[in-house]
């Protein structure tokens, strides 16, 4: 079946912009996940939602941040007055939302801010 | 809340030699650790979980230990291949509510030389 789709794939922005970056998981899944991975770096969690809400946004870098899913299904991470620290590659993933299972990832978007 | 690290940073073995990747955690209340494997330009993929309940789970060359005690677990890859060569997270899971969010480690780079 369909895995977890991102898009766009790459997306080059100048500093000040805003951007919108898409994350379509996988039918059924309930939990989805947006993390922040630098280049040579680890992932870092950003926001998570169950369904429609988001239990734990701990992870957003500051207010320029801010996540939303509707339908439970597809989410959009939205990124205010983009800054070149942003630039990094984005990526979502999908659980079935129950506890203790695997995150299927997408293939990212990469994120360049000029 | 949970702090993964992970050790070491980089690691280079000769094919066919084993490679072994520690982690510990901080939150004594997580019960799920799995590990993804991440090929470069790739999305991460899971390959390996053990649940608290258990020290020691296997999967062909692949094996992972787990020390609740301590609060450390490794990974262990025998006969490396260089299709083994990627950088390998580790990750735990807080139980504290019914969501699944996982922490990841800062991620160990492996390189399998012919």
């Known amino acids: 079946g369909a895995g977890v789709s991102q898009s766009p794939s790459n997306k080059v922005t100048e500093k000040g912009k805003d951007v919108e970056l898409r994350c379509d998981p996988i039918s059924g899944h309930t939990a989805l996940y947006w993390y922040r991975q630098s280049l040579g770096q680890g992932l870092e969690f950003l926001i998570y939602?169950?369904?429609?809400?988001?239990?734990?946004k701990s992870g957003l870098p500051s207010d320029r941040f801010s996540a939303e899913r509707t339908g439970g299904s597809v989410s959009t991470l939205t990124i205010q007055r983009t800054q070149q620290e942003d630039s990094a590659v984005y990526l979502c993933a999908s659980s079935p939302g129950l506890v203790n299972n695997e995150q299927f990832f997408g293939p990212g978007t990469r994120l360049t801010v000029l | 809340g949970e702090n993964v690290e992970q050790h070491p940073s980089t690691l280079s073995v000769q094919e066919g030699d084993s490679a072994v990747i520690k982690c510990t955690y901080s939150d004594s209340a997580s019960n799920y650790f799995p590990w993804y494997k991440q090929e470069l330009g790739k999305r991460p993929q899971l390959i390996i979980d053990i649940r608290s309940n258990v020290g020691e789970k296997k999967d062909q060359r692949i094996a992972v230990t787990l020390n609740k005690t301590a609060k450390h677990f490794s990974l262990h890859i025998t006969e490396t291949q260089p299709e083994d060569s990627a950088v390998y997270f580790c990750a735990a899971s807080p139980s504290k509510t019914s969501y699944d969010k996982v922490i990841f480690g800062p991620g160990t780079s492996l390189s399998v030389i012919p």
């Open positions: 939602f169950q369904g429609n809400s988001a239990p734990d």
